[in-house]
């Protein structure tokens, strides 16, 4: 079963586009049917299956998020006890649990097999630049 560790430099918050990667793993060592896993090991950010036609549903996503888990330093998470990281790292471990760490997406004919609009996206939730890990694990 063919595994491999995607590393992925951000540049802050957004999203970030590996459907090309995963599908060059699929496409070099599927059969015509299996099961691709994407993994992040990282609590600070998350996987999500997105547009990948309009990069505006993107950016939109991403103001959604901020608007929803402001920084600590916002009024409205003085609840938050996690601080020590900085503002953005409690709001970052939320908005990662309110999406996912990890994705499985079949592969059919020996491809993704994604919609026509739709893209893998690590989701990058803290301020600074990151060196993140994706595994991706191909089951046939």
């Keep these: 079963m063919p595994q491999s560790t995607l590393r992925l430099s951000t540049a802050g918050p957004g ?4 459907t090309a990667a995963a599908a060059d793993l699929v496409q070099q060592n599927a059969g015509d049917i299996g099961l691709l896993t994407c993994f992040v090991r990282h609590t600070s950010c998350s996987l999500v299956i997105q547009e990948n036609a309009d990069p505006d549903v993107c950016r939109d996503l991403d103001e959604f998020f901020r608007r929803l888990v402001p920084p600590a330093s916002d009024s409205s998470m003085r609840w938050l006890r996690h601080t020590t990281e900085g503002p953005d790292d409690m709001p970052a471990h939320i908005k990662s649990a309110l999406t996912a760490t990890s994705l499985s997406i079949p592969v059919t004919d020996g491809c993704l097999a ?3 609009w739709q893209g893998l996206y690590l989701f990058e939730h803290r301020d600074r630049p990151h060196d993140r890990q994706i595994i991706l694990h191909l089951s046939q």
Excluded: I
């Design 15 to 18: 999203l970030y586009d590996f």
């Design 114 to 116: 994604l919609g026509t």
